[in-house]
């Protein structure tokens, strides 16, 4: 079925009257629900080849600001959407080994805005940036399942990176200048999204009839996604002087991510042959420094605390729910531009996620 996504983040500035006399609101608070389905197929080919299809949403993301916040001029809505459909074979080799491989067919839609400086920072002059692209891209994906004994399983899985080359439209709401405004234009514009490749290792434990323990730890490349590069097919007249027009080929934002490491343990409880209870913890590193944090992706270290509990009333039905609270460290942001007409952005970002799970699986 899918999860209910309900992210919460506050940005205050650290002192929005000292030395700031730039206009605009020094805070700002976002609460963008999100509902993300996911579906999952399997077959039985023959006794030990099962075949089987996923379609997720692998990566996603959304931050929302007014239009007059005091950074508007680095982000005013950020979002990207992922699709993953991944067909993939598995091989029990024997009662103790098991192989699989995938392929992944990835759609991605991303689109950026930001404003443009308007007359005196007016935010009721400012211009408005829209950047939209999408793209098809193809990945792979390999496991293995090995149970050495009766009761311990260790998995391995490893996932490719994908690149997307995203093409799109770029639209163009100058500022106001009075009469060297320049005027509205549409342009096509790319961009290349480096999403990474992962690697994780599992463990899944049973203590006895009833309990079992799991651990988990996952690598990811972030350090992939070094900038964010927006290439327009021509350029665009941003404003204008008695020098002449001033024109944008495009942008880049700096990013220099870092590879990362989520580490999770859990544990599993079955009262009867009905049901079963879970609570997990879990730690993630983000990839985001502090000299490289942008209002687009304010991220920070996570700690997750999970809850859920499965009902299975007969060999073809079974119910899944899960409640997942995650906690992020405030984030500091310092956004020092070189350009005078463009306010700097100082201040602290207090972030929370909560996650509602629901699944039905039947079994023919």
């Given at each position: 079925m899918g999860s209910y996504i309900l992210p919460e983040f506050e940005y205050e500035s650290d002192d929005p009257t000292a030395g700031n006399p730039y206009p605009g609101d020094h805070s700002s608070r976002s609460r963008e629900a999100a509902f993300v389905p996911v579906g999952y197929a399997a077959w039985e080919l023959r006794d030990d080849i099962r075949m089987g299809v996923g379609v997720t949403v692998p990566y996603g993301l959304e931050t929302d600001y007014d239009r007059d916040w005091i950074g508007r001029y680095?982000?005013?809505?950020?979002?990207?959407?992922?699709?993953?459909?991944?067909?993939?074979?598995?091989?029990?080799?024997?009662?103790?080994?098991?192989?699989?491989?995938?392929?992944?067919?990835?759609?991605?839609?991303?689109?950026?805005?930001?404003a443009i400086p308007g007359q005196g920072m007016d935010p009721s002059t400012d211009g408005k940036l829209d950047v939209e692209g999408d793209n098809w891209a193809y990945g792979f994906n390999l496991g293995a399942l090995f149970e050495p004994v009766e009761g311990t399983r260790l998995g391995v899985a490893y996932r490719s990176r994908i690149t997307h080359d995203l093409?799109?439209?770029?639209?163009?709401?100058?500022?106001?200048?009075?009469?060297?405004?320049?005027?509205?234009?549409?342009?096509?514009?790319?961009?290349?999204?480096?999403?990474?490749?992962?690697?994780?290792l599992g463990i899944h434990q049973a203590i006895n009839d009833r309990w079992a323990v799991m651990a988990d730890a996952t690598w990811t490349r972030?350090?992939?996604?070094?900038?964010?590069?927006?290439?327009?097919?021509?350029?665009?007249?941003?404003?204008?002087?008695?020098?002449?027009?001033?024109?944008?080929?495009?942008?880049?934002?700096?990013?220099?991510?870092?590879?990362?490491?989520?580490?999770?343990?859990?544990?599993?409880?079955?009262?009867?042959?009905?049901?079963?209870?879970?609570?997990?913890?879990?730690?993630?590193?983000?990839?985001?420094?502090?000299?490289?944090?942008?209002?687009?992706?304010?991220?920070?270290?996570?700690?997750?605390?999970?809850?859920?509990?499965?009902?299975?009333?007969?060999?073809?039905?079974?119910?899944?729910?899960?409640y997942t609270y995650i906690w992020l460290d405030d984030a500091d942001i310092v956004l020092n531009d070189d350009n005078p007409n463009v306010p700097d952005v100082e201040g602290e970002y207090e972030s929370s996620v909560q996650i509602l799970t629901a699944s039905f699986n039947y079994r023919f």
């Amino acid at each position: 079925m899918g999860s209910y996504i309900l992210p919460e983040f506050e940005y205050e500035s650290d002192d929005p009257t000292a030395g700031n006399p730039y206009p605009g609101d020094h805070s700002s608070r976002s609460r963008e629900a999100a509902f993300v389905p996911v579906g999952y197929a399997a077959w039985e080919l023959r006794d030990d080849i099962r075949m089987g299809v996923g379609v997720t949403v692998p990566y996603g993301l959304e931050t929302d600001y007014d239009r007059d916040w005091i950074g508007r001029y680095d982000a005013i809505n950020t979002e990207l959407l992922t699709i993953d459909i991944n067909p993939t074979v598995a091989w029990r080799v024997n009662e103790q080994f098991a192989v699989a491989a995938g392929l992944s067919a990835q759609y991605a839609d991303a689109s950026l805005s930001s404003a443009i400086p308007g007359q005196g920072m007016d935010p009721s002059t400012d211009g408005k940036l829209d950047v939209e692209g999408d793209n098809w891209a193809y990945g792979f994906n390999l496991g293995a399942l090995f149970e050495p004994v009766e009761g311990t399983r260790l998995g391995v899985a490893y996932r490719s990176r994908i690149t997307h080359d995203l093409s799109g439209d770029a639209e163009y709401d100058p500022a106001n200048f009075g009469p060297g405004t320049a005027e509205p234009q549409e342009v096509g514009g790319s961009a290349k999204l480096r999403l990474p490749e992962t690697l994780s290792l599992g463990i899944h434990q049973a203590i006895n009839d009833r309990w079992a323990v799991m651990a988990d730890a996952t690598w990811t490349r972030w350090s992939r996604f070094d900038e964010l590069r927006v290439d327009f097919d021509e350029d665009i007249t941003i404003g204008t002087t008695l020098m002449g027009p001033i024109t944008s080929s495009g942008s880049v934002d700096d990013y220099s991510w870092d590879d990362t490491w989520f580490v999770a343990l859990g544990a599993t409880f079955r009262p009867n042959n009905e049901w079963a209870l879970r609570v997990g913890v879990a730690h993630d590193e983000s990839p985001v420094s502090n000299c490289c944090r942008t209002p687009r992706i304010p991220d920070e270290d996570r700690t997750w605390l999970a809850f859920g509990a499965s009902y299975q009333p007969n060999d073809n039905v079974k119910l899944d729910f899960g409640y997942t609270y995650i906690w992020l460290d405030d984030a500091d942001i310092v956004l020092n531009d070189d350009n005078p007409n463009v306010p700097d952005v100082e201040g602290e970002y207090e972030s929370s996620v909560q996650i509602l799970t629901a699944s039905f699986n039947y079994r023919f």
